[in-house]
């Protein structure tokens, strides 16, 4: 019988603005995966890029946008990939990315406690998952709520 996957536990923070994110996520493993819930203001795409490059560079693996302007979040992370791939030459992971508009806070998070897992062998060796709400509390309760019901703890192997 096959071994069953234990997922890691996911993180749930909440920083008071975007300009803490790279900060504030621990750096134990080499890759991990992240769940964004923010109400982004116009930001022009290179600012954008600047926040989300350090995460990129650290092994960022799945990304998923949720909130007001995601659909940019999201495309700004994929340019920071783009930026990055012509000086690595072939990236050993691809780095995935989900915007989640259209769809309540709860379905976003299921689709990232259950989907947002990184396919390479090597990757599933060794990565954290964080989720984080940027200057809404409420949002990290609801993502505290959502994602450690009792059968989101049975998927994690808790």
């Known amino acids: 019988m096959a071994e069953s996957l234990q997922l890691?536990?996911?993180?749930?923070?909440n920083i008071d603005s975007i300009e803490q994110?790279?900060?504030?996520?621990?750096?134990?493993?080499?890759f991990?995966?992240?769940f964004l819930a923010w109400n982004a203001p116009v930001i022009e795409r290179d600012k954008l890029m600047v926040?989300?490059?350090p995460l990129v560079d650290r092994g960022l693996v799945y990304f998923c946008a949720w909130g007001n302007r995601c659909e940019e979040v999201h495309d700004a992370v994929d340019m920071?990939?783009?930026?990055r791939q012509p000086e690595a030459g072939q990236a050993d992971y691809m780095l995935m990315t989900t915007w989640h508009q259209d769809e309540p806070l709860e379905e976003a998070l299921w689709f990232f406690?259950?989907?947002?897992i990184p396919s390479e062998n090597h990757v599933l060796a060794d990565f954290e998952r964080f989720s984080v709400a940027v200057g809404n509390p409420e949002w990290a309760g609801k993502m505290e709520r959502e994602l450690f019901t009792p059968?989101?703890?049975e998927a994690q192997g808790s």
Request: net charge negative.
């Open 8 to 13: 890691p536990k996911i993180e749930v923070f």
């Open 21 to 30: 994110l790279a900060d504030r996520l621990p750096h134990r493993s080499k």
């Open 32 to 34: 991990f995966t992240l």
């Open 51 to 53: 926040l989300f490059q």
């Open 80 to 83: 920071c990939i783009e930026e």
């Open 113 to 116: 406690k259950m989907l947002a």
């Open 151 to 153: 059968e989101s703890e």
